[in-house]
């Protein structure tokens, strides 16, 4: 999988999951953040986006806080997480 499909793939699940209104997939800037200044998510979008990564993905969070706003950070740490945890080559 190419890495463009991926992050593509998760701006869409974003905007599904989160039911977001006025934001569409293309609006959604690959290393902009997802939180505070960028997206404006909040910590309830988190969880929320959490559970739809683990449905679609099969990728699971640790406890660890400081690991996931990492994770979290933007689309493109996303997908590097998700990569990486299943396996993927990202090309």
């Given at each position: 999988m190419k890495r463009?499909?991926?992050e593509s793939e998760i701006k869409e699940l974003i905007?599904?999951?989160?039911?977001l209104e006025d934001v569409t997939a293309t609006d959604i800037v690959t290393d902009a953040p997802l939180f505070g200044e960028g997206l404006g998510l909040d910590s309830i979008d988190a969880l929320e986006l959490g559970m739809a990564i683990k449905k679609r993905y099969g990728v699971t969070f640790s406890a660890d806080k400081e690991a996931n706003k990492a994770y979290f950070k933007s689309v493109a740490t996303l997908a590097e997480y998700i990569a990486k945890t299943n396996g993927m080559n990202l090309e």
């Open positions: 463009t499909e991926l905007v599904s999951a989160l039911d």
